[in-house]
């Protein structure tokens, strides 16, 4: 299951620069596109406000 940005980003970018797969992509929130997030938890540990989640 792939991880999500909830509404709680703040669009900092962090997150975007620490995928090994590039699933990330820029928005007023950022997205995870879920078919290329491999799990592997990176953006979440980045995140300094805990917007993504499992």
Not at 20 to 45: F, H, L, N, W
């Given at each position: ?11 900092c970018g ?26 592997c938890g ?13």
């Amino acid at each position: 299951m792939a991880y999500k940005i909830t509404d709680e980003c703040i669009a900092c970018g962090s997150c975007m620069d620490v995928c090994p797969v590039e699933a990330i992509s820029e928005g007023d929130i950022y997205v995870i596109d879920a078919a290329k997030c491999t799990d592997c938890g990176t953006c979440a540990e980045q995140c300094p406000v805990e917007a993504i989640v499992e």
